[in-house]
């Protein structure tokens, strides 16, 4: 780490405990397309609802509506209390068809840098794939995932040839979204 470096150095398993508490309720975020369905009602139904970058989707009847920020429960329950106005008793159903606002982000020397959308249970050496894999020149002993928390940002060192020899396997902790995973390059030895 770097001389003055302010980042915490959280442990795997500190790390793994927060990702698991996150993905447990999933928030609806922009560009995340949605499904809703309104039971015996096609008209008002929609099969394919982007979310938009101001966190709001557009429903028959009712407008916009905003949707980002919410869960999936949260959205049908809204949805439902407004369609009351024209529908008896409606059955509202809300179904996160594509995620598309959960990033990571891998930098460095990877064959394809960037944003990568998130995929279920989604870790280290996953995003590192996704992104092409390492590159010759990769500092595959050296490579963090940053984290941003409440309490500042986190930084977690992955030792890939630990991680393939076996030693270490809980090093491979699972990424949340907005975690960024930075593969430097290798130190030359001279």
Do not use: H
Not at 14 to 34: F, H, K, M, N
Not at 77 to 85: D, G, I, P, R, S
Not at 125 to 134: E, M, V, W, Y
């Amino acid at each position: 780490a770097c001389a003055g470096s302010t980042r915490q150095q959280p442990s795997a398993a500190q790390l793994e405990t927060v990702a698991v508490e996150s993905q447990e309720q999933y928030v609806i975020g922009p560009r995340d397309v949605l499904t809703i369905v309104v039971w015996k009602e096609p008209e008002l139904s929609v099969p394919r609802a982007e979310v938009r970058l101001d966190g709001k989707i557009s429903v028959p009847l009712i407008d916009d509506v905003q949707a980002a920020g919410l869960t999936p429960v949260q959205l049908k329950e809204n949805l439902t209390a407004k369609l009351k106005e024209y529908v008896t008793a409606p059955t509202v159903t809300v179904v996160v068809a594509s995620v598309g606002s959960k990033l990571v982000y891998v930098i460095g020397e990877v064959t394809r840098e960037g944003p990568i959308n998130m995929q279920p249970d989604m870790r280290v050496l996953d995003a590192i794939g996704l992104a092409g894999g390492l590159n010759p020149f990769a500092g595959r002993t050296r490579t963090k995932v940053i984290r941003s928390q409440g309490t500042g940002p986190a930084e977690f060192t992955f030792d890939y040839d630990r991680f393939v020899d076996g030693e270490d396997l809980a090093q491979n902790i699972l990424l949340i979204p907005g975690d960024t995973v930075v593969v430097p390059e290798e130190r030359p030895f001279w």
